[in-house]
C-alpha cells in the first residue's frame, strides 16, 4: 500500500483585525504593535460613574485639558507593546546583573575610603523615593489617561521606574555589605534632611497633581530632563573620574534607559502640540511653570552633591532642556513670536 502525504495550505482570509483594517485603510498587514495598540480604550457602555467624580464617566476624554481629535496619534516610536518590551528589558537585565556581580565580587564600592561612600550615599541612594513617585506617577497616567499608545507606553515607564529604584536600591546594599543600612540612612536623608526636601515637596506635588497630560509632562519631560542628567551623568562623571568606573556599571541601564524613553516623551508631546494651538500654548505654560518648581527643588540637592561643581552642573543640564524643548517646537521665544 501507498501513502502519499500532501501538504495544504490555508489562505489566509483578512490580513489584520476589521478595526486595525479601518484605521489603515483596506485589508493590508498591520505590526504586532498596531494590532496591540488601536483602538483598544474602552469608551462605551460603562455600568457606572466613578463616585469619587460623577461629572465624568469611568474613562473620559475629559480628564485633561489637552484635546487630541485622535489620540492614536500619541504612538510610541519605539513601537513597544507586551512582548517586544518585555524581550528588551529582559535583555538589560542580564547586562545589569553581570556588572552588579562584578562590582559586588570585587568589593568596588565596599573598599571605596569611606568619605567616598558616603557621598555616593548621600547623592543617589534616597533618589529610590523619587523613583517610586515617579512609578506611583506614572500608574496615574495609565489608570485616567485616555488611549491605549498613552496608557500602555506609561505602564512599562511606570515599571521601569520601579526597576531604576530597585537598581538603586542594590547600589545601597553594595555599599553597606547587604546590612540594609544604607537604605535606612537614605530614607532619613529623604525625609529629614534639608537638600532633600525641595524634592521631596515637588514629588509630592506631583502626586496630586489631577490633570494627567500634565502629569506626564511634568514628570516624565521636565523633572526627568532635569534630575536625571544631574544625578546619573552630571554626579556620575565627577565621582567615576576620582574613584573609577564602578558606579558607571551599576548605572548604565539608568543612562540608557533615559535616552530611550526620551524619545516616547518627545514624540507624545510634540504630536500634542501640533495638534493645536490650545494644546502648544497649554503646554508652554506647563512646561514654564513646572520647569520654575524643579529648578528651586534641585538646586539645594545640588550644591550637597557636587560642592563647588553645582553652578556648572545646573547650568549644563538647564541648557540641554532648553535644548530639547526647542526641538519640540515649545520653547519661550518661539510663544513670543
Known sequence: MQIDIKTTSV????????????????????????????????????????LWQPELELYDMRRTRIVMR????????????YGTYTIARARQQEAMEKN????????????????????????????????W????????????????????????????????????????LLLDGNTGEA??????????????????????RLMVTSDW??????????????????????????????HG???SLLVEFITSWYEESARWVDATVKTAAAESADNAALLRGWIAQWRSAAAEALAPYAAASLDADAGAALAAVAAAFDARIAKLGLNAEEKAA
Open 133 to 172: 513617585g515617579a512609578n506611583a506617577n506614572n500608574c496615574y497616567i495609565t489608570a485616567y489617561g485616555w488611549g491605549t499608545a498613552v496608557t500602555q507606553a506609561a505602564m512599562f515607564q511606570a515599571m521601569d521606574r520601579l526597576g531604576i529604584a530597585q537598581y538603586i536600591s542594590r547600589i545601597g
Open 100 to 131: 552588579i556581580d562584578f562590582v559586588e565580587k570585587r568589593g568596588l564600592l565596599r573598599d571605596l575610603p569611606q568619605a567616598a561612600r558616603d557621598a555616593l550615599l548621600f547623592a543617589l541612594v534616597p533618589l529610590r523615593h523619587a523613583e
Open 70 to 81: 485622535d489620540w492614536y496619534a500619541l504612538r510610541d516610536p519605539r513601537q513597544y507593546y
Open 245 to 247: 568606573p564602578a558606579l
Open 11 to 50: 489562505t489566509q482570509l483578512r490580513q489584520t483585525f476589521s478595526h486595525v483594517a479601518r484605521r489603515l485603510g483596506g485589508d493590508k498587514p498591520a505590526s504586532r504593535y498596531q494590532e496591540a495598540t488601536f483602538d483598544l480604550q474602552p469608551a462605551a457602555n460603562f455600568h457606572y460613574r466613578p
Open 213 to 242: 497630560f500634565e502629569l506626564l509632562v511634568a514628570q516624565n519631560l521636565v523633572l526627568d530632563s532635569l534630575l536625571h542628567p544631574l544625578a546619573f551623568q552630571q554626579f556620575e562623571r565627577r565621582f567615576s573620574a576620582a
Open 183 to 204: 537604605l535606612t540612612q537614605a530614607k532619613a536623608l529623604w525625609m529629614e534632611h534639608p537638600a532633600w526636601q525641595g524634592l521631596r515637596r515637588l514629588v509630592e
